[in-house]
C-alpha cells in the first residue's frame, strides 16, 4: 500500500508508544494499553480495546530503522495463539512517500479469536489496508 509519510515517519507511526498512540490506532484504547519495557529497537507491549469485545495481546515489537522492518510478535493474548504476528516492510515509494508490505498471521485460540480469523480471511485485506491508512495519516497530523 503506498501512503504520503516518509519511510522514517512510517516506522515512528508504528514504533511510537507514547500517549498518542490510542488516539492514532483505532483497535487500541487507553484501558487496555501498557509499554512493560523499550528501548532503541525494540519494546514490549499490551494492546487491545473493549471496542473489539475486550480483546488484547502482549505483543514484542523488534524493528530496524535502516532496514525498514517492524516485527510485532504475539507473547500472549486472550484470543490468539501462538505464531501470532505482523510484519511490517516500509521502503520508498515509487512516487514518493512510502510503500508498506504487511504480514499478518493470526492463529485464533478461542472460539472469539477462530471467529475474527476467519472474518479477517474474508474481508480483512482490504479492512486492514483501510485501517493502516488512516491510522498513520493520524500519526502525521499529530506528529506535525
Known amino acids: 500500500m503506498q501512503i ?3 519511510p522514517q515517519a512510517a516506522l515512528n507511526a508504528l514504533t511510537d508508544f507514547g500517549p ?10 487507553v484501558a487496555h494499553f501498557q509499554v512493560h519495557k523499550q528501548d532503541v529497537s525494540s519494546a514490549e507491549v499490551t494492546e487491545g480495546s473493549a471496542v473489539v469485545g475486550g480483546a488484547w495481546e502482549r505483543e514484542r515489537y523488534t524493528w530496524d530503522a535502516a532496514a525498514g522492518t517492524v516485527a510485532v510478535e504475539t507473547i500472549d493474548s486472550n484470543i490468539w ?3 501470532s504476528r505482523w510484519d511490517y516492510r516500509i521502503k520508498l515509494g515509487s512516487s514518493g512517500g512510502s510503500e508498506i508490505e504487511v504480514t499478518v498471521v493470526r492463529n485464533g485460540k478461542t472460539f472469539k479469536g477462530r471467529l475474527i ?3 479477517f480471511i474474508l474481508i480483512g485485506t482490504r479492512q486492514l489496508a483501510t485501517q493502516i491508512r488512516g491510522a ?4 502525521g497530523s499529530i506528529s506535525t
Do not use: F, K, T
Open 136 to 139: 498513520l495519516a493520524r500519526a
Open 81 to 83: 495463539g501462538p505464531g
Open 20 to 29: 498518542h498512540r490510542a488516539e492514532v490506532w483505532p483497535n487500541i484504547d
Open 117 to 119: 480469523e476467519l472474518a
Open 4 to 6: 504520503p509519510l516518509s
